[in-house]
Nanobody
């Protein structure tokens, strides 16, 4: 089994930056892709960014010029550097990972609030 633990959420002013981190524990199956989703009140959960084991990244259009996803395969971690934050970025951010057997795991989420 795999457990995901997120950290780095909090309160930040518009235009500021935050860095989210997610660590995966367990080594039953090889991790393929990892990523971040977010869900704001009254909205559906949406993709923020994903990254494959080879380092290929994919971003939502709303964040592609402001956010950067990266990973450390040895440490089984994924990070999301968020710059130029806007109030509409306010949401619960969830870490996710896909294993080689096709099973997907989710973290419990970390809150990001962008407000002055």
């Amino acid at each position: 089994q795999v457990q995901l633990v997120e950290s780095g959420g909090g309160l930040v002013q518009p235009g500021g930056s935050l860095r989210l981190s997610c660590a995966a524990s367990g080594n039953i199956f090889r991790i393929t892709s990892m990523g971040w989703y977010r869900q704001a009140p009254g909205k559906e959960r949406e993709l923020v960014a994903t990254i494959t084991s080879g380092g290929s990244a994919n971003y939502a259009d709303s964040v592609k010029d402001r956010f950067t996803i990266s990973r450390d395969n040895a440490k089984k971690t994924v990070t999301l550097q968020m710059n130029s934050l806007r109030p509409e970025d306010t949401a619960a951010y969830y870490c996710t990972t896909n294993l080689a057997n096709g099973i997907q795991y989710w973290g419990k989420g970390t809150l990001v609030t962008v407000s002055s």
